[in-house]
């Protein structure tokens, strides 16, 4: 009898996607790449459209995406009566609903509304209480965590270890897709960028520490001029940041920003706080040297990445200079890739599954 397993999609509908609407889309992608017959994946959402094609069925809830993350822990609000499985990739929800013998689960990225709650807003915080508070009380809850260090946190707030099970998180494996050297070089030209460059992905917000990093770009160059310009992508996010000195692409395709991972010297990400940290990881993935707090948590054991203290402007720009030194010939991008080999899609969706049982 084939199992239908919904996930939430609402994520996608909101302005400023982050982080987990790559998780929405690469879970979707790696369930439907195990290629099973006996599941069917469905999305849920809010009313409204969603901007992209899903690898799933999409359902929608008939209220929009601000009603329905109210409404979720109070009522299973468009989650079929037939799911076996009901997936919250949020603390938005959903919290219940399907079948009477649905397995219910929800994905914890983080607790950054405590580590930084410069980054949100009062009722922002209270929001993320009162839901992690819910989570803790509703025991059927099994709670999948994607960073290394959340776990121990979580039981202490209250959450029995064996409701925890811990999953990867992924990359796009189809770096042949990228955007061709002649296009990014365009692009960059574009935008007064001729020759090497440093890479920064990510929301242009406080808590990813960009001033300091330009800063450390800065003195950095003074010593090895090969680091070239300063690049920002992605779009701007909470609190003001000063990016004098630096390029700002904005938003760019997949295609491009693959194709940026894949000819920049070097890959720079030095947030505060971070859940996981899924940028550090794309670069690796095509063989780009990489930069990276120490507080990472998705390369925290990676040896073949250069980790700094992102509160040491100093550290930062020796991390940068550590990095040109390291080697960039096809025997050294083929190990960092082989580094985060296991991170793929299928993967992901293999753990869910284990998750799910």
Do not use: C
């Amino acid at each position: 009898m084939k199992r239908t397993i919904t996930i939430s999609i609402e994520q996608l509908s909101r302005p400023q996607p982050g982080g987990i609407a790559t998780y929405v889309r690469g879970l979707a992608t790696g369930l439907r790449d195990l290629a099973d017959p006996s599941f069917d994946v469905v999305g849920l959402g809010p009313s409204g459209s969603v901007d992209e094609a899903l690898p799933l069925r999409v359902v929608r809830a008939p209220v929009g995406v601000q009603l329905l993350s109210r409404i979720w822990p109070l009522w299973p609000l468009g989650v079929p009566k037939d799911s076996n499985v009901v997936h919250a990739t949020s603390m938005a929800g959903p919290y219940g609903g399907g079948s009477s013998t649905a397995v219910h689960s929800i994905a914890m990225h983080d607790l950054l509304w405590r580590d930084e709650p410069g980054i949100s807003t009062p009722a922002g915080i209270r929001f993320h209480d009162r839901r992690l508070k819910f989570i803790a009380d509703h025991k059927e809850l099994r709670v999948l965590v994607t960073s290394p260090g959340l776990t121990e946190r979580l039981i202490n707030e209250n959450i029995d270890a064996s409701r925890i099970h811990s999953v990867r998180l992924g990359v796009d494996a189809d770096i042949e897709r990228a955007a061709s050297e002649t296009s990014v070089h365009e692009l960059l030209a574009a935008h007064g960028v001729h020759g090497p460059f440093t890479l920064y992905a990510g929301t242009i917000e406080s808590r990813k520490n960009i001033e300091r990093l330009i800063e450390a770009h800065r003195i950095a160059s003074t010593k090895i001029p090969d680091l070239g310009s300063m690049v920002l992508v992605g779009p701007s996010g909470w609190g003001d940041v000063n990016t004098f000195g630096a390029t700002k692409l904005g938003l760019v395709s997949r295609e491009m920003l693959r194709g940026l991972y894949r000819d920049a010297t070097v890959f720079a990400y030095v947030p505060l706080a971070e859940g996981w940290g899924l940028p550090p990881v794309e670069a690796l993935s095509v063989g780009t040297r990489v930069v990276a707090s120490a507080t990472t948590p998705s390369v925290t054991t990676n040896d073949l990445v250069v980790r700094v203290d992102p509160l040491n402007v100093e550290s930062i720009a020796e991390g940068l200079l550590g990095a040109l030194r390291e080697g960039d010939d096809v025997d050294s991008q083929a190990a960092r890739r082989r580094s985060v080999a296991d991170l793929t899609w299928r993967n992901v969706a293999l753990d869910h599954l284990a998750a799910w049982q």
